[in-house]
């Protein structure tokens, strides 16, 4: 895990492949932490869908599903442009009881609002706020930029009015 952590920081998507690779060749049990690391390394390089293959495969296995490697998955569907299997990801966290937080909500209104899905990106901040998951102002700077994009200026002035 270790090892793999070290690739994820220095963006090493191919070696964290090669070495995730090599662990189950030689029948190594891969956990929770060396799969997040992985689907992150992967997502951090723009590599959505290896990112996406080593999460299929982290849920066939018995390594329970978490908060983080749900996340990193959503962080690799922005990244990619991916906001549709994004929100897929976060109705499969909710469905299988994954805690929903506070990067997982922003990750996935990010995707919405790169996609040009605005509504669907305010969705999410109200899904957010009727979850009781704190937000922070980046939370805001994304809703406010989807609205932005899509010139819902009137949208922004209340997403302003549950900032006063």
Known sequence: AAAISACEKQGQWQ???QLVGAMI??????????FS???SACGKCGHWKEAL??????SQSTVEL???ACSAAISACEKGGE???ALQLLSAMSRREVELDTITFNATMSACDKGGEWQKALCQFQLMALSEVETYSLTFNVAISAC???SQWGKTLELFGVVA
Do not use: R, Y
């Open 66 to 68: 978490d908060t983080i």
């Open 15 to 17: 070696k964290t492949l």
């Open 25 to 34: 060749q030689k029948k190594v049990e891969l956990n929770t932490i060396t």
């Open 83 to 85: 906001w549709a299997k």
């Open 37 to 39: 690391a992985a689907i």
């Open 53 to 58: 293959q080593l999460f299929g495969a982290m």
């Open 148 to 150: 932005e994009k899509s």
